[in-house]
Structures are given as structure tokens and as C-alpha cells.
């Protein structure tokens, strides 16, 4: 079990929760050819694009330190034992849990006071998106527990966890030397900007409202707001061809479906697969892409490393995830069908 850290002082550069308490972090050190490695991992758990949902998530971890567990247990690609995950666990391993509910981007406060949302709050109630000021926090003090000496350094997030390892994997370069190896791994969160089953575009509508809501156009990666709208930003398939670091995409698409009732997922499948294309083509970049119904690979055990965890050309993502690390060996595979799919406990989304 790994002990919640809150951040001290952290409130006084404004750096705080959507509740107002101080963020926090759990952190395993490294030890022997670890030592001079650090792996952070960004916690999913999805976001609020309105009063409403942002609220009721200042009551849970999701947005406040209040509530986060005092103590977490590292599994998958943040296990200690080498028989779990023999590549990275003896690295310095930090999980960043998210309270601030928009992927470390956020940067204003509101007051709901005098709010004309017509939704009974009490007048003291307040929010603060201030996920930017987290994030520059977070790595102030990492950077002070031994980080700046980092000879390799690693970020990864599973879901709304993995679209933060892509929007902040630029960032997290320009906090080290040049000589320092740097990537960037992204477990499930390739969010494609299309229509859902219904035929709306569900993702498209929910990012536009936490657009509006949590003012972050400043903080998403400006070679992409330069050209499209803030909305459009949050999307990975108008990200891939601006990021210079080295990066893994690993999520889930569907397979092949001979039902005609199934078109509309198979089409999901093609655009998936078509927008993913021109981020293949470069040697710098891996892909773990396969059709079990699993989502965040990476952060559990049975499918991370175990033997009867998800494969592909008979390796496991934890083995492709290493080989594309440390240069072993190209890993660029998408998968037709489902190997050893297990059952996964409760996780964040």
C-alpha cells in the first residue's frame, strides 16, 4: 500500500482541489537500476462540463483530497515486483490522482453566487478549476524528490488519465535535459471525435461544454489552438501530428461483426483505425491496439502482465509496452479478435 502525500503550500500559489483542499500524491521510490527512472501515471476518472456534475463531484476523490484514499495498492504498470511487471518496477512510480476534474487544464474560479443556472445552490458554494496550477505544483515538488536527475522518465494515464499523458507529453519533455529519454503512454484514451450508436456526437457536445465552463483554451497545446477551436483540441486524432515527444497509443476498437445490426460499430471501427493511420506511419511511435472489452490495461494486474492477460502476436501489453520503451523492438499491432479476455474489478472511467 502506497500513502497518500498532500501537497503543502500548494493553496498559496492557487494550486488547489475543486473543493479548495490541496492536491495530493501517492509515491513508491526506486531503488538499484531504478533509481534514476520515474513513471507517472495520471489517474482516470473522467470530467464535469457542468455546475451541476461539478458539485456533486466536490463529495468524492474525484474532487477533493477529502475524500482520496489514505492508502492505494500499486498494481500493473505500477506494481514493485519484478514477476508483475518486470520493466518498470523498480522505477520511482507516482500516481497523480485528478481533482480537479479537467485533465490538469483548468484555471479559473467561479462563484456560484447570484448564478442565474437556476439550481437551488447555496450562495457560499464555490468551484475551482485549477488543474494547470496542480499540474505545475505536482511537478515542482516531483522535480524536488529527485526528478530533475531522471536519465529515463515515462508518463502514462488510463482514460481520461491516458488523454492527459497526451495533452501534458510535450510539457513533461520541457522539464528535462535533452539527454534525458522521455515518453509518453496512453491507455484508452483515444477519444475519436464522431457520432455515437444514437447518432449524435456525444463526446464532441460534453468537451464543448467543458470548454465554456473551465476556461482552458490557454493551456491545450498551442500548435492545435492556433488552427482549430478549443473543443476540437481535445481530441487525439487532431493532437498526433503536432506532439515531437515519442508516445504508445494502447485502446480498444471492435471487431469484425457479420450482423447487420452491427454496421454502425464496425464503422466506429474503421474510423478508429483511419485516424490512427498517419500517427503509425512514423518509427518514433508504437500502437497496442486490440478488441477485448477491457478497458485500462495498464493499471490492472490480471490485464497487464499475468498469464492469462490480453495478447497480441503473443505478447502481452506489458511486453509490448517494454519492448517500445527501451527500443527492443517495433510495436505497431492492431488485433482482430480478443486473446485470454479476463474480468476486471471496478475502475475509473
Not at 474525484?62 to 514493485?80: A, K, R, V
Not at 474560479?109 to 478549476?129: D, T, V, Y
Not at 518514433?284 to 491496439?289: A, Q, T
Amino acid at each position: 500500500m502506497v500513502s497518500l502525500t498532500l501537497i503543502q503550500g500548494a493553496d498559496a500559489k492557487g494550486a488547489v482541489c475543486l473543493d479548495g483542499t490541496l492536491p495530493g500524491y501517492y509515491f513508491h521510490r526506486g531503488h538499484g537500476s531504478g533509481k534514476k527512472s520515474w513513471h507517472i501515471h495520471f489517474q482516470g476518472g473522467g470530467w464535469c462540463s457542468n455546475i451541476t456534475d461539478c458539485v456533486a463531484r466536490k463529495k468524492t476523490q474525484l474532487g477533493s483530497s477529502t475524500y482520496m484514499l489514505p492508502e492505494t495498492g500499486f498494481t500493473g504498470i505500477l506494481s514493485y515486483k519484478a514477476e508483475e511487471n518486470p520493466d518498470f518496477f523498480n522505477w520511482n512510480r507516482v500516481m497523480l490522482p485528478s481533482c480537479d476534474v479537467l485533465l490538469f487544464l483548468g484555471t479559473v474560479k467561479m462563484r456560484l453566487e447570484g448564478c442565474s443556472c437556476h439550481l437551488h445552490l447555496p450562495l457560499e458554494a464555490q468551484l475551482q478549476f485549477r488543474g494547470h496550477r496542480i499540474w505545475l505544483a505536482a511537478m515542482e515538488k516531483l522535480m524536488s524528490l529527485g526528478m530533475r536527475h531522471a536519465k529515463k522518465a515515462l508518463i502514462s494515464g488510463c482514460s481520461a488519465g491516458g488523454l492527459t499523458s497526451i495533452l501534458h507529453c510535450d510539457k513533461f519533455r520541457g522539464l528535462f535535459r535533452r539527454s534525458t529519454e522521455v515518453k509518453c503512454l496512453s491507455d484508452a484514451g483515444f477519444f475519436l471525435d464522431s457520432v455515437d450508436i444514437s447518432g449524435e456526437p456525444t463526446f464532441r457536445n460534453f468537451f464543448s461544454g467543458v470548454v465554456r465552463l473551465q476556461g482552458v483554451k490557454e493551456n491545450l497545446p498551442h500548435f492545435c489552438t492556433s488552427h482549430l477551436d478549443p473543443t476540437s483540441c481535445f481530441f487525439p486524432q487532431n493532437l498526433l501530428a503536432g506532439i515531437k515527444t515519442r508516445c504508445l497509443y494502447s485502446t480498444q476498437h471492435m471487431i469484425h461483426f457479420s450482423s447487420n445490426s452491427l454496421q454502425i460499430l464496425q464503422g466506429f471501427r474503421s474510423q478508429m483505425l483511419h485516424a490512427l493511420k498517419p500517427f503509425s506511419k512514423s518509427n518514433r511511435n508504437g500502437m497496442f491496439i486490440n478488441s477485448c472489452y477491457a478497458h485500462c490495461q495498464s493499471q490492472f494486474q490480471l490485464t497487464w502482465y499475468a498469464d492469462n492477460s490480453t495478447i497480441i502476436g503473443n505478447k502481452t501489453i506489458a511486453k509490448s509496452v517494454g519492448d517500445w520503451y527501451f527500443d527492443r523492438a517495433e510495436v505497431k499491432v492492431v488485433d482482430t479478435s480478443c486473446h485470454h479476455l479476463v474480468p476486471q474489478g471496478a475502475g475509473f472511467i
